[in-house]
């Protein structure tokens, strides 16, 4: 599989082919037959591979592997199917439920992955991934009151997880209500103080509220936190042009030009009148998976 891990989608496809019943009793080795079939544009030949993998449908962590090369590659009928075929137990039973409702979500059957998780939930109790992705079922469903009273139950019932506050606030953020964004972006920052992703979000919103010297302590907290984050850096240029810090701000523009050479956002900002830009309205540090609806007026949200 070493021509597969090298991205030789079609080295790996001819050797693994070649030896196929070798390949056949070995989970991992049809999985890799069928990512490299998938990246080769053959996607029935991915599916008939990934079908032998019903042979090992009491070895649940082999299925989900299947499940999870389908994922990769957004064949979400496929993904589900081999979800369905494993065999169930007490101890998988609210796992596999909950692939198959985000396989649901994946293939936008938003109303499927409702029903999905509320059987979920009622049999096996609610995990907080599970409220989250509930949540995100409503918000593309145009739900968002549902949406929001769904994470703060899970705020409520799993304080220690950072997802569902970061996603309240970037629901809150689709919805233009800045003011309770702020609230909550704050809250946040004081639960999880050396979250980047928490800082980064909490910058955001002060942007958008124009709290531009705000903006730049939360973003330099961001940045100070997690030097591998293109838009923590991206939005403390930007609010420090906004606060009119014109040498700070051209500063890390050349920064995120060397550091990030791939990431054109920084010669593009800072090519608008010498460096001093305004902030971007249009920009913000999330963007959802393939598959799920734009919630934001200029770009999408992620989830995961």
Known sequence: MVSENMHDYARAAELLASVSDETEQRPE????????????????????????????????NAILLGAQIADEAADFSTEQQLLLSIAPNPGNQALIGYRIALAQFHAKQFEESLRTLHRLIEQNGGSSESYNLLAWNYQNLGQSGKAIQTLEQALAQFPS????????????????SFSAALSIAKETTLSF?????????????????????????????????????PDALL??????????????????????IKTFPRDLRFKVE???????????????PFAVRPGHRSLASCRPLRIR
């Open 29 to 60: 080795s049809l999985a890799a037959l069928a990512r490299s079939y998938y990246h080769l544009n053959r996607a029935r030949d991915a599916q008939a591979t990934l079908g032998k993998m019903s042979r090992f449908s009491q070895s649940g």
């Open 161 to 176: 997880d950072e997802t569902n506050y970061l996603d309240l606030i970037k629901i809150r953020i689709a919805q233009r």
């Open 193 to 229: 103080p050396h979250s980047a992703r928490a800082f980064e979000l909490r910058g955001l919103v002060e942007e958008k509220t124009e709290r531009f010297r705000d903006a730049v302590e939360s973003y330099s907290q961001a940045w100070h936190l997690d030097r591998t984050r």
């Open 235 to 256: 939005g403390l240029a930007e609010a420090q042009s906004a606060a009119a810090l014109t040498q700070d701000s051209s500063t890390n523009f050349e920064t995120g």
């Open 270 to 284: 800072a090519g608008r009148d010498g460096g001093r830009v305004r902030r971007s309205p249009c920009r913000a």
